[in-house]
């Protein structure tokens, strides 16, 4: 890891600088001046944008409770697949209706999208009333483009123009302003370096690097004396973190803070899975959640070779198993890529074995979206769109009858649920779960399970004193 990756304590200054000079110039352009950010994407996407609007209120920005109400709108763009792109095409779409009711206001579109320079051209081309584009590395920057922009009056453009070997960076000392008070993402790890073949994220969000354990467990402790119940550390490859420590050591420190609280992680790849991450669940199991989230994306060996994977069938089947032994009240999550090139009916049956195999509480089931500059979109045998949907519904309609009967297995079991406030919340697992009464956002409860549906589940709350399942 080299030192330029992280954002000098001086660079952050400077922006705070400039924190000061927007505040004065909205203050008086606007008067009350309000900021509205719209999120596509991951869950890394959600956490820049807590970023983003966390710079902006540092400006004097106050949130908007709508984008027509709002001076400054930044919309966050996803390129993992096409529909993800065509919604934020969309969304910049409809800032031209925006630009005609006022003119005055500042237009942004940034993230994964226009950090493909064609992408950037585009916008640039088709979009002209967006002021302000920007890419993955440059939101710790959004004080000093705002001010170029609002005193030259004129569009900015600010993607680094590096190589993507070498894009990238790591900036502490960011304001952040977070959506919830009691459930927060933590990215302990950026970028990617796996370069899966159908991948767009390693391009659009460079390589892997990760943050100094010391901060992470800083802003965990914090966190948890505010009252935070459910932490998710982030990263695109979250067992790949390499901070002077390993990921499960990683998760080990932050498991022994005190305090009443879930530790969740996202996303790992099977091929970083090792043993003592699944001791470390183990040795935590309040602590950390009982949910493993590991994509398999097919059940076939050939298909993973092409995918560059870097794993087999048989590997993954090895964690799964390691996992039910040491940690048999876990979920485990996938997945799925339906019509990879090449992908042969014999191919997808593996993937339908392997689901039916592994018993997963659910899947994420994707259609296989050609992305410009990756290598599966040169591949030959691209699957016809009819196949790859045919194929989508059908692990749909296998997965509804797995869930289900896993569901129907909760019934007069007991699981401690972080309450989401509207009569629901989650379990340890990951599950939604409803019951009968209405407990403040944030608190958590034993509710006992009355009810199973394929992907819901109903309770009741187990008052103190009364036993337990
Ligand atoms: N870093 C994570 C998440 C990547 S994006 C990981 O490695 O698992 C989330 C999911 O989107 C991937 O797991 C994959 O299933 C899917 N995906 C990525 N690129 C895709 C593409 N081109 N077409 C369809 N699905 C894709
Ligand atoms: Fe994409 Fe693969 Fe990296 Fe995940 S591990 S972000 S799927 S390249
Ligand atoms: Fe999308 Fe970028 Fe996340 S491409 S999935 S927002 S890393």
Same mark, same amino acid.
């Given at each position: 890891m080299t030192e330029e990756i992280f954002v000098s304590p001086a660079e952050s200054a400077r922006q705070y600088g400039f924190t000061e000079k927007v505040r004065g110039i909205i203050k008086e352009k606007y008067g009350d001046p309000k900021v509205f950010v719209i999120t596509y994407g991951c869950q890394q996407n959600e956490a820049d944008s807590e970023r983003l609007l966390g710079i902006a209120l540092e400006c004097g920005y106050s949130r908007a409770e709508k984008a027509e109400d709002a001076d400054l709108i930044i919309i966050n763009t996803c390129a993992i697949r096409e529909h993800a792109e065509k919604k934020a095409l969309s969304g910049a779409g409809s800032f031209k209706k925006l630009k005609e009711a006022r003119g005055d206001r500042v237009l942004a579109v940034c993230g994964c999208m226009p950090q493909q320079e064609y992408r950037a051209d585009q916008i640039d081309k088709s979009y002209p009333y967006?002021?302000?584009?920007?890419?993955?590395?440059?939101?710790?920057?959004?004080a000093e483009m705002l001010y170029e922009v609002l005193i030259s009056g004129k569009r900015r453009r600010f993607v680094s123009d590096l190589p993507h070997d070498r894009l990238g960076v790591i900036a502490e000392d960011v304001p952040v302003c977070?959506?919830?008070?009691?459930?927060?993402?933590?990215?302990?790890?950026?970028?990617?370096?796996?370069?899966?073949?159908?991948?767009?994220?390693?391009?659009?969000?460079?390589?892997?690097?990760?943050?100094?354990?010391? $901060?992470?467990? *800083?802003?965990?402790?914090?966190?948890?004396?505010?009252?935070? !119940?459910?932490?998710? /550390?982030?990263? +695109?490859?979250?067992n790949s973190y390499s901070g002077g420590i390993g990921f499960p050591e990683l998760l080990d420190k932050l498991a022994r803070i005190d305090g009443d609280f879930?530790?969740?992680?996202?996303?790992?790849?099977?091929?970083?899975?090792?043993? $003592?991450?699944? *001791?470390?669940?183990?040795?935590?199991?309040?602590?950390?959640? !009982?949910?493993?989230? /590991?994509?398999? +994306?097919?059940?076939?060996?050939?298909?993973?070779k092409a995918m560059n994977r870097r794993y087999t069938r048989e590997k993954y089947m090895g964690i799964v198993k390691k996992i039910r032994e040491k940690l048999p009240d876990a979920a485990i999550t996938t997945d799925i890529i339906c019509g990879f090139p090449g992908e042969t009916d014999a191919d997808f049956e593996d993937t339908v074995s392997l689901i039916r195999e592994v018993g997963f509480d659910m899947i994420y089931t994707f259609v296989y979206s050609p992305r410009p500059g990756t290598a599966a979109a040169e591949m030959p045998d691209q699957i016809p769109h009819e196949i790859k949907v045919s194929r989508f519904s059908r692990l749909a309609d296998i997965q509804n009858g797995i869930s289900a009967g896993i569901n129907e297995r909760c019934v007069g079991k007991t699981f401690r649920v972080l309450s989401d406030g509207d009569g629901t919340g989650r379990s340890s697992q990951n599950k939604i779960i409803s019951y009968d009464k209405v407990l403040p956002a944030g608190v958590f409860a034993d509710v006992k399970i009355t009810e199973a549906q394929a992907y819901a589940l109903k309770g009741t709350i187990i008052l103190k004193g009364q036993e337990k399942a």
């Open positions: 967006v002021d302000l584009v920007f890419g993955t590395d440059r939101g710790h920057l959004l977070r959506e919830s008070s009691y459930k927060a993402w933590v990215s302990v790890m950026y970028g990617c370096n796996n370069f899966c073949t159908y991948c767009i994220v390693p391009s659009v969000r460079g390589r892997e690097r990760s943050r100094d354990p010391e $901060r992470i467990i *800083d802003e965990v402790k914090s966190l948890v004396s505010g009252g935070c !119940r459910d932490i998710t /550390l982030l990263g +695109q490859n979250v879930r530790l969740r992680f996202m996303t790992s790849h099977p091929k970083d899975a090792s043993d $003592r991450l699944t *001791d470390v669940m183990a040795a935590h199991p309040k602590k950390i959640a !009982r949910h493993f989230h /590991l994509p398999a +994306q097919s059940g076939s060996d050939r298909i993973l």
